[in-house]
């Protein structure tokens, strides 16, 4: 299918896609918007069922980016990368890092790269070794850049915080009860930070291993992954991949708020409707994510240290009072209200 017909093409300025026969690369990188700047996104490495799957996920999570760096006030558009996996499990070579590097390099700085899932500091260097236009790269200590993972995790702490404040009435975490769907290095950093609250968590993974074993480490409980939604808890906290909030998923929600860093939460735009008619407090994933953006975003542009990235992270909570405020004023679900307000910024309303 071409990417016009599919629902998720967002008059996106550009959607391409690469291969390269001598090393086996299939990558796609889609440009939403570039009105404030370079499009600005990192690149997964992942498995998908078929192409269509992939170029959804990248329509989809460009278009966020294009919110998310709009909302955190970065001079920088919307912009994500996929490189195909031939197979569940498999490995990403320094040759497919090369060419998807050329492949950054041929747009001309329209896009700009970064760390996601299934990729690493390491892995951007090899790709920084064909083009300029890459972030998250090993820095200096006390400099902006570097892995963007903990940086998230830290926006979505305090997001979480915010969240439970406002849907909990609740300042202290002490005996809050948060359930953990992922607990890779955001959702596992948002789980040591809230543990040291006090907060009472339960944690789950596809890979249940490593869910156990942070579990052990923090004092948890674990349960499957295809349960964590449905558990008894305060807090419902999604941090592995997108689509997990959908009819079903909402109809089974046990929690009050809704508060995680995985992209793009909501299957549907009505799935937004459904958790603000359930009384569900929901902060929008492309805002209490946005840490790590915020981090190999200045990084990039230069334009201040980890002082000024983590200043800029702990505005986090003030932007997700401002949506609350609105979603409230106007019985309207936070989720709209947010991309009302990000697409004002981009120029797209």
Known sequence: MAAWGLPDF???EGVHLFTDRASGLRAIIAVHSTALGPAAGGV???????SDGAITDALRLSR?????NA?????????????????PGATVSDAQLAAFGRAIESLGGRYVTAEDVGMSEARMKVIAGQTHHVSGLPVASGAAGGDPGPYTARGVYLGVRAAAKRGLGSDDMAGVRVAIQGVGSVGGGLARL?????AVL???DVD????????????????????ILAVEADIVSPNALGAVLDEA???????????????????TAEDGRRVHEAGITYAPDYVINAGGIINVGLEYLGQGDEAEVMARIDRIPHRLHQIWDESERNDAPAAAVADRIAQQLIGRN
């Not at 966020?64 to 998310?68: A, L, V």
């Not at 809230?194 to 006090?198: E, I, N, P, R």
């Not at 249940?208 to 349960?227: C, M, P, W």
């Open 44 to 50: 997964r490495f992942w498995h998908y069922a078929g």
């Open 194 to 198: 809230l543990a040291a609250d006090g």
């Open 202 to 204: 339960t944690l789950a």
């Open 249 to 267: 998923s909402i109809a089974a929600l046990k929690a009050r708020v809704v508060a995680g860093g995985a992209n793009n939460q909501l299957a």
């Open 71 to 87: 909302m955190a006030g970065l001079d920088l558009g919307g912009g994500k990368g996929v490189i195909l996996a031939d197979a």
């Open 64 to 68: 966020g980016m294009s919110y998310k």
């Open 10 to 12: 967002d008059d996106h």
């Open 208 to 227: 249940a291993a490593r869910a156990q074993a942070l579990a052990s480490e923090i004092g948890a409980a674990v349960v499957a992954a295809d349960a």
